[in-house]
């Protein structure tokens, strides 16, 4: 069993559609996570981070943690077509020295 | 402008030839990072370097040879023992473990 689970999808939208990304974890010593942004033949790039559990808000962008399921989320309100992208979520526990990263779930979002 | 770059953006390799990415950062960063990602499938950590002339395996190093001579440069070299290298290449840097930035990456093809 992979220490991140990430459905790959692809998962496609319409214009100003709500969006919800999701990623499971099995290590209870992670306490730090991360959501990356990667579009088509290019480096992630840091989207959102958030420590411990709860929400954290950056513009249309909100990162939920729920460590008591071990759940993580990412939440896009009036998604764009430029969002279209594969999300990466990855994690830490404080003593680890690299990341683990789901998969990735590719996006879509259709004008 | 302050960032990371890897180099070439695309590399050919013949059967049994070494091939060396190039990855330089300016962001003063004492950590750096080399993934590989194959379609489908996520980051996967092939070496790590915390510091200068020091540097660990990561999950996937068989076949892969590192050097950390400077704080701005990691390059990695991929050998003729690396039975499946075709792939995406990516190099990171951070300050801290957690907060990892991306090159934009080397995709490189086997002929």
């Known amino acids: 069993q992979k220490e991140v689970e990430q459905d790959p999808g692809p998962l496609s939208v319409p214009e100003g559609a709500i969006v919800s990304l999701n990623c499971t974890y099995s290590n209870s010593a992670f306490q730090y996570f991360m959501w990356y942004r990667q579009y088509s033949r290019k480096g992630p790039e840091l989207l959102m981070y958030?420590?411990?559990?709860g929400n954290k808000e950056d513009g249309r962008f909100t990162a939920q943690v729920d460590k008591s399921s071990k759940y993580i989320s990412l939440f896009i309100r009036d998604s764009q077509p430029s969002d279209s992208a594969t999300y990466l979520c990855?994690?830490?526990?404080?003593?680890?020295?690299?990341?683990?990263f789901g998969s990735g779930t590719q996006l879509t979002v259709l004008p | 402008d302050g960032g990371i770059t890897q180099s070439p953006k695309y590399l050919f390799r013949k059967e049994g030839q070494n091939v060396t990415l190039s990855c330089e950062q300016n962001l003063n960063h004492d950590a750096m990072y080399w993934y590989r990602q194959d379609p489908g499938q996520g980051l996967r950590l092939i070496y790590y370097?915390?510091?200068?002339?020091?540097?660990q395996k990561g999950d996937i190093a068989e076949g892969y040879s590192v050097s950390r001579e400077k704080k701005e440069s990691f390059p990695l070299t991929v050998t003729s023992a690396q039975k499946n290298p075709t792939a995406f290449y990516l190099c990171?840097?951070?300050?801290?473990?957690?907060?990892?930035?991306f090159g934009p990456g080397t995709r490189l093809t086997v002929l």
């Open positions: 958030t420590y411990s559990s």
């Open positions: 990855a994690s830490i526990s404080g003593s680890a020295r690299q990341l683990t």
């Open positions: 370097s915390q510091i200068v002339n020091d540097f």
């Open positions: 990171a840097s951070s300050m801290r473990t957690d907060t990892q930035y």
